[in-house]
Protein backbone atom coordinates (compact mmCIF):
# COMPACT_ATOMS: atom_id res chain seq x y z
CA UNK A 1 0.00 0.00 0.00
CA UNK A 2 1.41 3.56 -0.91
CA UNK A 3 1.80 5.30 2.31
CA UNK A 4 0.54 9.12 2.65
CA UNK A 5 2.58 11.49 4.68
CA UNK A 6 1.16 13.73 7.10
CA UNK A 7 1.42 17.02 5.52
CA UNK A 8 0.25 20.32 6.98
CA UNK A 9 -0.68 22.58 4.57
CA UNK A 10 -1.91 26.67 4.47
CA UNK A 11 -4.14 28.15 1.49
CA UNK A 12 -3.95 31.77 1.18
CA UNK A 13 -5.61 34.49 -1.31
CA UNK A 14 -7.77 37.21 -0.86
CA UNK A 15 -11.52 36.85 -0.68
CA UNK A 16 -13.16 35.10 -3.33
CA UNK A 17 -9.98 33.47 -4.65
CA UNK A 18 -11.08 30.15 -4.16
CA UNK A 19 -9.54 29.25 -1.03
CA UNK A 20 -13.31 27.32 0.23
CA UNK A 21 -13.64 26.06 -3.18
CA UNK A 22 -10.27 24.43 -3.42
CA UNK A 23 -10.32 23.29 0.08
CA UNK A 24 -13.33 21.59 -0.63
CA UNK A 25 -11.86 19.72 -3.19
CA UNK A 26 -8.48 19.20 -1.38
CA UNK A 27 -10.58 17.93 1.31
CA UNK A 28 -12.37 15.33 -1.19
CA UNK A 29 -9.53 14.20 -3.27
CA UNK A 30 -6.81 13.58 -0.21
CA UNK A 31 -8.79 13.43 2.76
CA UNK A 32 -6.87 15.82 4.80
CA UNK A 33 -8.21 18.09 7.70
CA UNK A 34 -10.02 21.37 6.64
CA UNK A 35 -10.24 24.60 9.52
CA UNK A 36 -11.50 27.00 8.36
CA UNK A 37 -11.15 29.94 10.05
CA UNK A 38 -14.00 31.80 8.26
CA UNK A 39 -16.40 28.98 9.13
CA UNK A 40 -15.51 28.87 12.70
CA UNK A 41 -16.38 32.31 13.16
CA UNK A 42 -19.93 32.27 11.61
CA UNK A 43 -20.47 29.17 13.65
CA UNK A 44 -20.15 31.08 16.64
CA UNK A 45 -21.82 33.90 15.27
CA UNK A 46 -25.13 31.44 14.59
CA UNK A 47 -24.79 29.93 18.33
CA UNK A 48 -25.14 33.42 19.80
CA UNK A 49 -22.00 32.43 21.88
CA UNK A 50 -20.49 35.10 23.63
CA UNK A 51 -17.41 35.53 21.15
CA UNK A 52 -19.50 35.38 18.09
CA UNK A 53 -21.83 38.38 19.39
CA UNK A 54 -18.39 40.17 19.79
CA UNK A 55 -16.99 39.33 16.57
CA UNK A 56 -20.03 39.88 14.28
CA UNK A 57 -19.84 43.76 13.67
CA UNK A 58 -15.71 43.43 12.84
CA UNK A 59 -16.74 40.89 10.24
CA UNK A 60 -19.75 42.93 8.76
CA UNK A 61 -17.81 45.59 8.85
CA UNK A 62 -14.95 43.93 6.84
CA UNK A 63 -12.24 43.81 9.35
CA UNK A 64 -10.41 41.63 10.87
CA UNK A 65 -10.72 40.18 14.23
CA UNK A 66 -7.87 40.42 16.55
CA UNK A 67 -5.05 38.70 16.58
CA UNK A 68 -4.86 36.72 19.97
CA UNK A 69 -9.18 36.34 19.37
CA UNK A 70 -8.92 34.37 16.30
CA UNK A 71 -5.09 32.57 17.31
CA UNK A 72 -6.77 31.26 20.56
CA UNK A 73 -9.77 30.16 18.26
CA UNK A 74 -8.26 28.24 15.66
CA UNK A 75 -4.92 26.78 18.63
CA UNK A 76 -7.68 25.53 19.98
CA UNK A 77 -9.75 23.43 17.00
CA UNK A 78 -6.17 22.73 15.89
CA UNK A 79 -5.97 20.12 19.15
CA UNK A 80 -8.33 17.98 17.51
CA UNK A 81 -6.68 17.30 14.45
CA UNK A 82 -3.25 17.65 15.17
CA UNK A 83 -2.62 13.79 14.77
CA UNK A 84 -3.58 14.26 10.84
CA UNK A 85 -2.97 15.62 8.13
CA UNK A 86 -4.59 19.09 8.25
CA UNK A 87 -5.07 22.29 5.97
CA UNK A 88 -6.14 25.49 7.37
CA UNK A 89 -7.92 28.11 5.33
CA UNK A 90 -8.11 32.02 5.83
CA UNK A 91 -5.66 31.53 8.98
CA UNK A 92 -2.98 33.24 9.77
CA UNK A 93 -3.37 36.75 7.79
CA UNK A 94 -1.59 38.35 9.53
CA UNK A 95 2.12 37.84 10.12
CA UNK A 96 1.68 38.01 14.43
CA UNK A 97 -0.71 35.03 13.70
CA UNK A 98 1.69 33.14 11.24
CA UNK A 99 4.40 33.68 14.03
CA UNK A 100 1.67 32.42 16.10
CA UNK A 101 1.08 29.66 14.39
CA UNK A 102 5.36 29.20 13.88
CA UNK A 103 5.73 29.02 17.74
CA UNK A 104 3.32 25.50 18.21
CA UNK A 105 3.48 23.24 14.83
CA UNK A 106 5.70 23.66 11.84
CA UNK A 107 3.85 24.18 8.31
CA UNK A 108 5.07 21.94 5.53
CA UNK A 109 3.48 24.47 2.67
CA UNK A 110 1.04 27.46 1.67
CA UNK A 111 -0.90 27.87 -1.42
CA UNK A 112 -1.00 30.86 -2.72
CA UNK A 113 -4.48 31.67 -4.61
CA UNK A 114 -3.63 34.25 -6.87
CA UNK A 115 -6.06 35.99 -8.61
CA UNK A 116 -7.02 39.28 -9.91
CA UNK A 117 -8.78 41.37 -7.60
CA UNK A 118 -10.91 43.00 -10.73
CA UNK A 119 -12.48 39.28 -11.03
CA UNK A 120 -13.63 38.61 -7.64
CA UNK A 121 -16.01 41.37 -6.87
CA UNK A 122 -18.16 39.62 -9.25
CA UNK A 123 -17.71 36.26 -7.85
CA UNK A 124 -18.77 37.71 -4.11
CA UNK A 125 -21.89 39.20 -4.44
CA UNK A 126 -23.22 36.10 -6.32
CA UNK A 127 -21.87 33.60 -3.49
CA UNK A 128 -24.19 31.11 -1.93
CA UNK A 129 -23.25 29.22 1.64
CA UNK A 130 -24.24 26.62 3.15
CA UNK A 131 -23.55 27.62 6.46
CA UNK A 132 -23.13 24.19 8.73
CA UNK A 133 -20.93 22.81 6.06
CA UNK A 134 -19.14 25.87 4.48
CA UNK A 135 -20.11 24.59 1.32
CA UNK A 136 -20.11 27.14 -1.26
CA UNK A 137 -22.03 27.77 -4.57
CA UNK A 138 -22.21 30.40 -7.15
CA UNK A 139 -24.77 31.52 -9.61
CA UNK A 140 -22.64 31.54 -12.83
CA UNK A 141 -20.16 29.16 -11.07
CA UNK A 142 -21.30 26.20 -9.66
CA UNK A 143 -25.06 26.41 -9.10
CA UNK A 144 -26.78 24.20 -6.94
CA UNK A 145 -29.00 21.53 -8.70
CA UNK A 146 -32.42 22.64 -6.57
CA UNK A 147 -31.95 26.82 -6.43
CA UNK A 148 -31.38 28.29 -2.54
CA UNK A 149 -30.79 24.63 -1.48
CA UNK A 150 -27.51 22.85 -0.42
CA UNK A 151 -26.83 19.67 -3.07
CA UNK A 152 -25.77 17.32 -0.19
CA UNK A 153 -28.39 18.31 2.98
CA UNK A 154 -31.07 20.13 0.77
CA UNK A 155 -31.20 22.61 3.50
CA UNK A 156 -31.45 26.40 2.80
CA UNK A 157 -28.29 28.57 1.62
CA UNK A 158 -27.71 31.84 2.62
CA UNK A 159 -25.57 34.87 1.28
CA UNK A 160 -23.19 36.20 3.45
CA UNK A 161 -23.94 39.88 5.46
CA UNK A 162 -20.12 40.87 4.55
CA UNK A 163 -20.79 39.95 0.32
CA UNK A 164 -21.63 43.17 0.42
CA UNK A 165 -19.94 45.53 -2.45
CA UNK A 166 -18.97 47.91 0.39
CA UNK A 167 -17.60 45.57 2.68
CA UNK A 168 -15.78 43.20 0.05
CA UNK A 169 -14.32 46.55 -1.14
CA UNK A 170 -12.94 46.94 1.99
CA UNK A 171 -11.67 43.78 2.89
CA UNK A 172 -9.68 43.61 -0.27
CA UNK A 173 -7.85 46.70 1.08
CA UNK A 174 -7.55 44.90 4.28
CA UNK A 175 -6.15 42.18 2.47
CA UNK A 176 -3.23 44.20 0.69
CA UNK A 177 -2.59 45.74 4.03
CA UNK A 178 -2.30 42.95 6.81
CA UNK A 179 -2.14 39.59 4.90
CA UNK A 180 0.12 40.25 1.78
CA UNK A 181 3.22 40.90 4.08
CA UNK A 182 2.25 37.36 5.51
CA UNK A 183 3.18 36.18 1.82
CA UNK A 184 6.59 38.08 1.80
CA UNK A 185 6.66 35.95 5.28
CA UNK A 186 6.21 32.77 3.82
CA UNK A 187 8.30 33.07 0.65
CA UNK A 188 11.45 34.65 2.78
CA UNK A 189 11.24 30.90 4.32
CA UNK A 190 10.69 29.17 0.86
CA UNK A 191 7.51 27.77 1.84
CA UNK A 192 5.06 29.69 -0.56
CA UNK A 193 3.99 27.98 -4.02
CA UNK A 194 2.00 30.71 -5.91
CA UNK A 195 -0.99 29.56 -8.27
CA UNK A 196 -2.11 32.15 -10.60
CA UNK A 197 -4.50 32.14 -12.74
CA UNK A 198 -8.70 33.17 -13.32
CA UNK A 199 -10.22 30.14 -13.04
CA UNK A 200 -10.92 27.85 -10.41
CA UNK A 201 -10.94 24.77 -12.60
CA UNK A 202 -7.31 25.58 -14.35
CA UNK A 203 -5.50 26.28 -11.33
CA UNK A 204 -7.09 23.16 -9.62
CA UNK A 205 -5.44 20.46 -11.47
CA UNK A 206 -1.55 22.26 -10.60
CA UNK A 207 -2.26 22.24 -7.18
CA UNK A 208 -3.71 18.53 -7.21
CA UNK A 209 -0.58 17.49 -8.67
CA UNK A 210 1.54 19.91 -6.43
CA UNK A 211 -0.04 17.97 -3.44
CA UNK A 212 0.12 14.43 -4.68
CA UNK A 213 3.93 14.71 -5.30
CA UNK A 214 4.12 16.16 -1.52
CA UNK A 215 1.79 13.52 -0.19
CA UNK A 216 3.09 10.36 -2.65
CA UNK A 217 6.95 11.42 -3.15
CA UNK A 218 7.69 7.92 -3.65
CA UNK A 219 5.40 7.64 -6.92
CA UNK A 220 7.73 10.15 -8.22
CA UNK A 221 10.60 8.00 -8.23
CA UNK A 222 11.81 7.15 -11.78
CA UNK A 223 12.28 3.06 -11.93
CA UNK A 224 15.46 2.67 -13.99
CA UNK A 225 15.95 -0.35 -16.42
CA UNK A 226 17.78 -3.30 -14.62
N1 LIG B 1 -17.10 32.57 -11.76
C1 LIG B 1 -16.34 31.83 -10.97
N2 LIG B 1 -16.69 31.68 -9.67
C2 LIG B 1 -15.88 30.92 -8.89
C3 LIG B 1 -14.71 30.28 -9.37
N3 LIG B 1 -14.13 29.59 -8.34
C4 LIG B 1 -14.92 29.81 -7.26
N4 LIG B 1 -15.98 30.59 -7.59
C5 LIG B 1 -17.06 31.09 -6.73
O1 LIG B 1 -16.56 32.30 -6.16
C6 LIG B 1 -17.04 32.47 -4.84
C7 LIG B 1 -15.84 32.61 -3.90
O2 LIG B 1 -15.18 31.36 -3.82
P1 LIG B 1 -14.70 30.79 -2.41
O3 LIG B 1 -14.16 29.42 -2.62
O4 LIG B 1 -15.80 30.95 -1.41
O5 LIG B 1 -13.49 31.83 -2.11
P2 LIG B 1 -12.75 32.24 -0.77
O6 LIG B 1 -13.42 33.47 -0.28
O7 LIG B 1 -11.33 32.47 -1.17
O8 LIG B 1 -12.88 31.07 0.20
C8 LIG B 1 -17.94 31.26 -4.55
O9 LIG B 1 -19.27 31.64 -4.83
C9 LIG B 1 -17.46 30.21 -5.56
O10 LIG B 1 -18.49 29.31 -5.90
C10 LIG B 1 -14.38 30.43 -10.76
O11 LIG B 1 -13.39 29.90 -11.28
N5 LIG B 1 -15.22 31.21 -11.50
N1 LIG C 1 -7.31 34.82 10.48
C1 LIG C 1 -8.20 35.81 10.65
N2 LIG C 1 -7.87 36.95 11.28
C2 LIG C 1 -8.73 37.96 11.47
N3 LIG C 1 -10.00 37.92 11.02
C3 LIG C 1 -10.41 36.81 10.37
C4 LIG C 1 -9.53 35.69 10.16
N4 LIG C 1 -10.22 34.74 9.48
C5 LIG C 1 -11.44 35.23 9.27
N5 LIG C 1 -11.57 36.47 9.79
C6 LIG C 1 -12.78 37.32 9.77
O1 LIG C 1 -13.83 36.61 9.15
C7 LIG C 1 -14.19 37.21 7.89
C8 LIG C 1 -14.55 36.13 6.89
O2 LIG C 1 -13.43 35.29 6.69
P1 LIG C 1 -13.41 34.24 5.50
O3 LIG C 1 -14.66 33.43 5.51
O4 LIG C 1 -12.13 33.50 5.57
O5 LIG C 1 -13.45 35.23 4.24
P2 LIG C 1 -13.20 34.94 2.71
O6 LIG C 1 -13.61 33.52 2.44
O7 LIG C 1 -14.07 35.89 2.03
O8 LIG C 1 -11.73 35.13 2.49
C9 LIG C 1 -12.99 38.07 7.53
O9 LIG C 1 -13.33 39.15 6.66
C10 LIG C 1 -12.55 38.57 8.92
O10 LIG C 1 -13.41 39.58 9.41
Redesign the pocket.
Known sequence: MVQQRILRAVIM????????????RIVKRFGLSHL?S?DLLRANIKAQTELGLLMKSCIDQGQLVPDDVISRLILTEMRSIEQSSWLL??FPRTVTQAETLDGVCSVDTVIN?DVPFQ??K???T????HLPSGR???I???PPKISGLDDVTGEPLIQRDDDTPETITRRLRSYEKQTQPVLEYYRSKGMLETFSG??????WPHIQAFLSKKLFPQNDKVVGKA
Open positions: GPPGSGKGTVSGSGDGMIIQRLSRWLVYNDFNTETNKI
